[in-house]
């Protein structure tokens, strides 16, 4: 279907800055999350996506031809909102169909298309419906329907999920991640939820204050985080960081932390200054023999594995361990940090420093 | 801080019958949570032990004395509740010292200043206490609420989902803060919520609540490794517990109709061939979606896994749970 190239896109509101020189590339079939907290420029990137605000400066690439300055209606795109907007007075197939009649399609063509779709959602049995009566995921499949049925370039969707419960919401992440699947539709998809994007996404944009933090694979970024926003916004609990004056060389393997020597991937560049030791709650171990000294603070059991809560000389620390380690608060314990997941970070400017960890993802990115 | 038993307590609004036959035992000093979907009667139950709602049938005690036709002020219980209700024109200090300073309680301007001043830094907002109570964010807001009933010190504290109004960093953090400081207060709490994370992290006991009746109280950990029934074991577990037809795998006691299996107890290299449908890379733990013989499956792999859809993996149950056509656990 697309394939979506931004450059060095740019959109200021008077005074402010929604968005600075946002630049990376969406491959065509993929389901692409733009993650990031409220204010960051997610939703401004998607809205000039589609054409409902015109960049400052850059460009946008929909299949290689540049569209920035154009209209909506011209991009071949369909945006799925957070409120599905559906026409209370129709019934479900006249919703669906709206699109295609609008744009002068022959009735027996519409049947068709509306079948084809309806088939697609699974929502064949409620087409004579009227939408008002229909339960909040019949709606939201009713919306999707309506953006489906004339074959767009791609879809952008505007935290489709946000308005539904907890529950529900995962039942219809599954659902869109299936349907992509069946479609293979580029789409794009715009969420503050990190375990929403982590979960669907085949790539991430992180953004910050109208920056892009970092743009992979969900995994990468969960591994390799290039800024200790990155970090911090994806993971829960997020990782550790375990702050310290000090200085390491290039091809280091340990560093010294509250004078006991702890593990990390080998350096690929030299920092002197205020570091910070990051390191996820999965991979810290509790360990009698370990040197670097712990109190248990409080522990929170969660089926196979328990969240333990600790007090350190670099602050408190969350490890996640199997649920039937004894812990108890109070008691003192050794943590042993796996060094080969851990990621140095600069506390000044909050970049990942160079490793043998990271070097891929951070000369790219 | 005292014991609160429930005996037999039913509640009915007209036809719908909110509260059946519940009896339960509230032990000095335990976090009891009550854990259930939207209409399973967790707030009912709530309020009928603080006294703003009466039983049809069934008596309540607090510390060993019926409370029936009792007042909530004369039950000495304290609420706090989903949406904070704060006095907008007052101070944190003044909204704190509120209850403390009612006609009741009438407690001396002196411990008045000592409990405000103690509950504040319990909670850390010491250094807002002279801030106006609608100059703080939510999270501040709803410490400041619980900080309020914390300044007394009633039989028992009720609290209906403090916590969801909260974002989910918020609400992890004050998790552990409202675990640490019932602890150190050896306060006796019940506590309503929805979110099975907030019931397993927190509780001592949780009872598990459906449409009405107590159908199971225990441990976290007793419900999640020991659950009565397939609906209990359906309420804790991220991802869900996988419900399968008996004849899936072999080794189906009699009389079962259901295998309960929990993702991590599906052990992966012999048995059933299933496919794989999709991945799910999260970071801390990768999922698994299966398909066995038409049926979906959910396990977790390896975080690096290089099983891609369409691979093939044999699949055999370790610990499974079996229910029976009802749904009840019988091995």
């Not at chain 1, 522990?299 to 996640?320: D, F, P």
């Not at chain 2, 504290?157 to 998790?175: F, G, K, V």
């Amino acid at each position: 279907m697309a394939e979506i190239r931004i450059q060095n896109l740019r959109k200021e509101f008077g005074d402010f800055t929604a968005d600075q020189t946002t630049s990376f590339k969406i491959e065509d079939g993929e389901f692409f999350m733009l993650l990031g907290p409220s204010g960051c420029g997610k939703t401004t990137t998607l809205r000039m996506i589609a054409g409902l605000e015109l960049p400052t400066s850059g460009e946008i690439y929909i299949d290689g031809q540049e569209v920035g300055q154009k209209p909506a209606s011209q991009r071949d795109i369909a945006f799925v909102f957070q409120m599905f907007a559906l026409y209370p007075h129709m019934n479900v197939r006249r919703n669906i169909s709206y699109p295609l009649v609008s744009q002068g399609m022959a009735r027996a063509q519409v049947r068709e298309k509306v079948a084809e779709v309806a088939k697609i959602l699974g929502i064949e049995d409620i087409l004579d419906r009227p939408v008002s009566g229909l339960s909040g995921g019949d709606r939201q499949r009713v919306a999707l329907g309506r953006a489906i049925v004339r074959n767009p370039k791609c879809f952008l969707m505007d935290e489709p999920l946000g308005a539904l419960d907890a529950e529900f919401r995962e039942h219809m992440a599954e659902e869109l991640r299936a349907l992509h699947e069946r479609m293979g539709a580029t789409t794009v998809y715009v969420t503050h939820d990190q375990l929403e994007a982590m979960q669907m996404g085949d790539k991430i944009v992180v953004m910050n204050h109208g920056v892009v933090e970092q743009f992979g694979e969900p995994q990468d970024i969960y591994d390799k985080p290039a800024t200790m926003f990155v970090a911090d916004f994806i993971g829960s609990p997020s990782m550790n960081f375990l702050k310290f004056k000090g200085s390491v060389e290039i091809g280091a393997t340990t560093i010294q932390l509250n004078h006991q020597t702890v593990g990390i991937p080998t350096l690929r560049e030299p920092f002197d200054g205020d570091i910070v030791y990051g390191v996820r709650p999965e991979h810290i171990r509790l360990s009698d023999a370990a040197g670097y000294r712990a109190e248990v603070i409080a522990t929170e059991y969660l089926g196979t594995t328990q969240i333990i809560t600790l007090s350190t000389h670099n602050g408190e620390v969350k490890a996640r361990i199997a649920s039937d380690q004894p812990a108890t608060p109070g008691e003192t314990v050794g943590l042993e940090f796996n060094g080969a997941t851990v990621t140095l970070f600069d506390n000044q400017t909050g970049r990942a420093i160079r490793s043998e960890l990271n070097e891929g993802v951070l000369s790219h990115g | 801080m005292a014991d609160v038993t429930l005996t037999n307590v039913s509640k009915s609004f007209r036809s719908t019958i909110a509260v059946e036959d519940m009896s339960m035992d509230i032990e000095d000093g335990s976090f009891v949570v009550l854990l259930g979907p939207t209409g399973a009667g967790k707030t009912t139950t709530l309020r009928l032990i603080s006294g703003l709602e009466e039983p049809d049938k069934g008596d309540i005690q607090i510390a060993g004395r019926s409370v029936i036709g009792e007042t909530p002020a004369q039950r000495n219980v304290a609420m706090v509740f989903q949406q904070y209700s704060l006095y907008p024109h007052m101070t944190v200090r003044d909204n704190l010292a509120f209850p403390l300073r009612s006609p009741i309680l009438k407690t001396p301007e002196g411990e008045v200043a000592r409990k405000v001043a103690e509950v504040a830094e319990i909670l850390h907002i010491d250094h807002k206490l002279e801030n106006k109570a609608t100059a703080l964010s939510g999270g501040e807001m709803q410490r400041v609420s619980i900080g309020r009933a914390l300044v007394r010190r009633p039989e028992i504290y009720l609290m209906d989902e403090p916590l969801s109004s909260l974002d989910a960093q918020l609400r992890a953090e004050l998790r552990v803060e409202l675990k640490r400081i019932q602890a150190n207060l050896g306060a006796t709490l019940l506590y309503v919520t929805h979110d099975q994370i907030e019931a397993m992290t927190m509780a001592t006991q949780i009872g598990v609540l459906d449409r009405g009746q107590l159908v199971q109280f225990g441990s976290p950990r007793e419900i999640y490794e020991n659950p009565v029934s397939l609906y209990v074991a359906s309420r804790l577990g991220l991802p869900r517990i996988n419900m399968l037809p008996k004849d899936l795998f072999a080794g189906a006691p009699s009389g079962a109709a259901t295998i309960g299996l929990r993702p991590e107890h599906i052990q992966q290299g012999e048995g059933n061939p299933a496919t794989v449908v999709r991945i799910e890379h999260l970071g801390d733990q990768t999922r698994l979606h299966l398909s066995l013989e038409g049926h979906d499956i959910v396990t977790l792999a390896d975080v690096h896994s290089t099983l891609e859809p369409g691979d093939t993996i044999a699949i055999q149950p370790r610990n499974a749970l079996f229910f029976d056509a009802a749904g009840a656990r019988i091995a």
